[in-house]
């Protein structure tokens, strides 16, 4: 009979859980169904128990999910197919949709993912649109910075300490929207992406080439409806999705940086330098000078630099290794450009040349200040040690790194610019255990202060930070 092969697909689907995430889900679906107060709902064992839209909505929306978010879930559960069974309940969710749900989105392939995923970008069967997509892409996106800054999940970063995310998920949405390409391999732009129809097929082969769509699926999954949410291996793919953030706590300081910008940069990282960024420098609390800058960023390993011009773009690399001050190119292949706003995008080597790097100060012949990718005087990102005079220059492209023009003008004039320092700083960064003479030898301050001279370090030394706990 059918329902004998339903109950066999619904086993297998069961049996993809551990027991303990099996009655964390029977634990979900039973408060859900408890709660649709519905007549029958106390005479549970007469009806079969299900879930309905106003008993989620209830549960979920306006505090861990927006509202758009909960109702795409639901039609996502309903769209599960349990062949065989009356239509009746179509309006309700039964446990068998629930588990196959979870089951599909949290431990499934793009192919299983994707006739839920379809359900969940519009409610009618068929090819959807472009302009479809982006609300779903942009819907996910909000959800995650929602549900992770409501489960206190966003480890030192807060919405008051980033811009605005609002503009940020706009960029990551179009970012990953970028990726989608039709059959022919062609991938429609701006007014044209929006009116286009795209099938089953094509958003399948996008959930696969975008890692992103799964992940926030599952984040909005597991910490918005709170399900398998505490169980070790169930985090692995939202351990780095937002970096852990020190040396801004406290600080009155606005990161140039948005959620969404924060999580796509750092996926961009290598793997050992995912887990925390370190603020290094920042010119609104360490002043606008470029020795200042050099001082608080040499041999502190790698680093994201990011900066904004008087016309409001922000972008920026990363440098792979520790920052010296040389005339010669350093760093290596990992080295990147990117561009937060306008628009959200990272530029990798393309194997020209091997100009990653470049750090000079006070030299008679060559050329002073930091620099990415191109040549001397034609940089894809470059820092005048003249303090506040910049250039971005790649007519068509950078030779590196293969960017486009990052500043809203080739020669740009800086308004704002912070360093962060990715993973963990290197032992001889000397911020462990290197004190200044001052504080070892008490003597030394007490001569100083009688002679009547001041401390002049004392304004330019920073708190060490590293050992205090920023999550």
């Not at 993912?113 to 090819?127: A, C, F, L, N």
């Not at 040690?385 to 023009?405: I, L, V």
Request: glycine fraction near 8%.
């Amino acid at each position: 009979k059918m329902g004998n092969a339903e109950s066999n697909a619904y086993r297998n689907h069961l049996s993809r859980f551990l027991p303990e995430e099996q009655s964390d889900i029977d634990g979900v679906f039973d408060t859900l169904s408890g709660s649709s107060g519905s007549a029958g709902a106390k005479n549970v064992k007469a009806t079969k128990k299900t879930v309905s839209l106003a008993a989620l909505q209830a549960a979920y929306v306006q505090e861990p999910l927006p509202k758009q978010m909960t109702v795409r879930l639901y039609n996502g559960m309903k769209s599960i197919d349990l062949t065989g069974k009356s239509s009746a309940l179509s309006e309700q969710i039964a446990k068998e949709q629930f588990v196959i749900f979870m089951s599909n989105l949290l431990k499934g392939n793009a192919d299983e993912k994707v006739t839920i995923i379809m359900r969940m970008i519009s409610k009618t069967e068929g090819p959807v649109k472009g302009k479809q997509i982006q609300e779903f892409t942009e819907d996910l996106i909000t959800s995650v910075v929602h549900v992770l800054n409501y489960r206190k999940e966003l480890r030192g970063w807060n919405l008051e300490n980033t811009r605005d995310s609002a503009s940020g998920v706009k960029a990551l949405a179009s970012q990953l929207l970028s990726e989608l390409k039709l059959a022919d391999g062609t991938k429609p732009v701006g007014p044209q992406l929006m009116e286009t129809n795209f099938d089953q097929s094509v958003i399948e082969d996008w959930v696969y080439q975008v890692p992103q769509i799964s992940v926030f699926l599952s984040v909005v999954i597991r910490q918005g409806l709170r399900v398998l949410h505490s169980l070790p291996d169930q985090t692995k793919d939202i351990l780095n999705l937002v970096p852990g953030c020190k040396g801004i706590k406290g600080r009155g300081l606005v990161s140039l940086f948005d959620i969404p910008s924060i999580m796509y940069i750092n996926s961009h990282l290598p793997a050992e330098l995912q887990h925390k960024w370190q603020l290094l420098f920042s010119s609104t609390l360490h002043g606008e000078s470029f020795s200042q800058l050099c001082g608080h960023i040499v041999n502190k390993g790698p680093c994201i630099v990011i900066l904004k011009d008087l016309d409001g773009y922000i972008f920026g690399g990363f440098a792979s290794h520790s920052w010296e001050v040389k005339p010669q190119f350093q760093g290596d292949n990992r080295c990147f450009l990117f561009s937060v706003f306008p628009s959200l995008a990272v530029y990798t080597y393309t194997g020209y040349n091997d100009h990653y790097m470049y750090l000079n100060h006070g030299q008679q012949t060559m050329p002073n200040g930091l620099g990415m990718g191109g040549q001397h005087d034609y940089f894809g990102l470059w820092i005048d040690s003249d303090y506040g005079k910049g250039h971005s220059k790649a007519k068509p492209r950078c030779t590196t790194y293969n960017s486009p023009q990052l500043s809203a003008k080739e020669d740009f004039t800086l308004d704002a610019m912070e360093v962060w320092a990715v993973g963990d700083l290197p032992e001889s960064a000397g911020t462990k255990g290197k004190k200044s003479i001052l504080d070892v030898d008490p003597q030394a301050q007490a001569l100083l202060e009688m002679a009547g001279k001041s401390r002049q370090s004392e304004g330019l030394r920073e708190p060490l930070e590293e050992d205090e706990d920023d999550d």
